[in-house]
């Protein structure tokens, strides 16, 4: 089952999303994770999406509303992809990315927009799979940090 989460489901949330930034190398900081998780929600800065598997959390999906200016567009930027290693393989994060998708769309978004690791081979074999398209175009991406 996906749900929307809401404030009620912050700490099923925050234990994936705590879970997430290890992967991609971040020290495990659950209070980090509930603090950052619910204040995008309570103050309606993303949508997350969350996927239950017999009550447990399994997987999340957290979309970001933003804007294309070059296509003048609104688009939704799918920050986050998790799914926990015991509910791996069984269609969730294909499930995931599905909701978001079709959140996307009744959001009155014209483009869902995502970026991965180079060495996350499993995501980018499952967005190609659901028609994602590799952006080759002449941008180079950059961060300041502040």
């Known amino acids: 089952m996906i749900i929307q989460a809401s404030e009620e489901h912050v700490e099923m949330v925050a234990k994936l999303f705590d879970?997430?930034?290890?992967?991609?190398?971040?020290?495990?900081?659950?209070a980090t994770a509930v603090t950052f998780i619910r204040d995008r929600i309570r103050?309606?800065?993303?949508?997350?999406?969350?996927?239950l598997e017999d009550g447990?959390?399994?997987?999340?999906?957290?979309?970001?509303p933003s804007f294309c200016s070059v296509d003048a567009i609104k688009i939704q930027i799918l920050?986050?992809?998790?799914?926990d290693e015991a509910?791996?393989?069984?269609?969730?994060?294909?499930?995931?990315m599905d909701k978001a998708s079709a959140f996307a769309r009744e959001s009155g978004a014209k483009r869902v927009d995502l970026s991965t690791g180079v060495e996350n081979k499993a995501g980018q074999t499952l967005y190609e799979k659901l028609d994602y398209y590799r952006s080759?175009?002449?941008f180079i991406g950059y961060s300041l940090d502040l």
């Open 79 to 83: 920050y986050d992809l998790y799914v």
């Open 19 to 30: 879970l997430y930034r290890q992967f991609y190398e971040q020290e495990a900081d659950y």
């Open 43 to 51: 103050n309606g800065e993303s949508t997350v999406f969350l996927a």
């Open 87 to 96: 509910f791996r393989k069984r269609g969730i994060a294909e499930a995931l």
């Open 56 to 64: 447990e959390p399994a997987g999340f999906v957290q979309l970001y």
């Open 136 to 138: 080759l175009d002449d």
